[in-house]
C-alpha cells in the first residue's frame, strides 16, 4: 500500500517570496506522484505530475516539483507567490502498475499575504 | 473534452428524501471514482467503477448507492442520509489503470437537514 505525509499544514507566506509545500511518501512499488490544488468550494485540479523521465516537473504557472527518491519526497516550490496562490495544496500518490487508487496526503492550506 | 460535469452543484435534503448525484465525462476514460471531502480534509474514497463494474467499495454506508449505467456517467443514490453525512461529493475520472492523472468535477455540495 501507499501513504502520503504533509508535514505542514498551514504554510503563511508574504506576496512574491519563495515558498516550498513538503510531501513524503511511502510506497512498496514504484508510484506516480502528483500535486492537486483546491480553490474554495471547487474540485481538485492537476498542478503537476511525475510519471517517468526528468524528476523535475513544472507547471504553467511558476510552480514545480522534484522528485526524490533517495528521500521519497516530491516538493512543491515556487520561487515568488502571488495573491492567487492562495489556496489548499494536496500531493498524492498511485502506484505505478495497478493504479486506479489515489492516496492523498492530508493537504497544506497556502496562504499567501499582502 | 477533458471535463469532468457533476450536478447538481448544491444540494439540501432532508434525513427521509432520496435524492442522486450526477457525474458525466466524455473522455472515454474506464475508471470512474466517488470521493466524500470533508472541511479542511483531504478527499476519502468511497466507490471505484473499472470498466463499467464496481471494483472498490471502501465501506461505505448502505444508504450510499453507487451505479455506473454505462462507461460516460457515473450516479450516488442517496437514502436516509444523516446530518454527518454533509460533505463536498467530489466524482473523478482517470484512463487507467494502470493511470496518469485522475481528472476531478467542480464537486456536489451537500447538505443533509
Known amino acids: 500500500a501507499q501513504s502520503v505525509t504533509q508535514l505542514d499544514s498551514q504554510v503563511p507566506v508574504f506576496e512574491e517570496a519563495p515558498v516550498e509545500l513538503r510531501c513524503n511518501y511511502s510506497?512498496?512499488?514504484?508510484?506516480?506522484l502528483f500535486w492537486y490544488v483546491q480553490y474554495p468550494n471547487q474540485g481538485l485540479q492537476l498542478l503537476l505530475k511525475y510519471l517517468s523521465g526528468s524528476t523535475l516537473v513544472e507547471s504553467i504557472n511558476g510552480f514545480e516539483a522534484e522528485f526524490n527518491k533517495s528521500q521519497t519526497s516530491f516538493h512543491l516550490r515556487k520561487p515568488s507567490v502571488h495573491i492567487s496562490d492562495t489556496a489548499e495544496y494536496f500531493c498524492?500518490?498511485?502506484?505505478?502498475?495497478?493504479?486506479?487508487?489515489?492516496?492523498f496526503g492530508t493537504g497544506t492550506s497556502l496562504t499567501v499575504i499582502p | 473534452d477533458t471535463e469532468v460535469t457533476q450536478t447538481p452543484k448544491h444540494l439540501v435534503m432532508g434525513m427521509t428524501n432520496k435524492k442522486s448525484l450526477k457525474c458525466e465525462q466524455h473522455m472515454g476514460h474506464r475508471a470512474m471514482y466517488w470521493y466524500k471531502q470533508k472541511a479542511k480534509k483531504p478527499p476519502e474514497l468511497m466507490f471505484v467503477y473499472s470498466y463499467e463494474k464496481l471494483s472498490i467499495n471502501e465501506s461505505v454506508p448502505s444508504r450510499f448507492s453507487p451505479e455506473c449505467p454505462n462507461s460516460s456517467l457515473l450516479n450516488l443514490h442517496l437514502h436516509a442520509l444523516q446530518p454527518e453525512d454533509s460533505a463536498l461529493y467530489l466524482c473523478?475520472?482517470?484512463?487507467?489503470?494502470?493511470?496518469?492523472?485522475?481528472?476531478f468535477g467542480q464537486g456536489t455540495r451537500l447538505t443533509v437537514v
Open positions: 510506497s512498496s512499488v514504484s508510484v506516480y
Open positions: 473523478a475520472s482517470t484512463s487507467g489503470p494502470p493511470s496518469s492523472e485522475a481528472f
Open positions: 498524492a500518490v498511485s502506484a505505478l502498475r495497478t493504479g486506479n487508487q489515489f492516496y
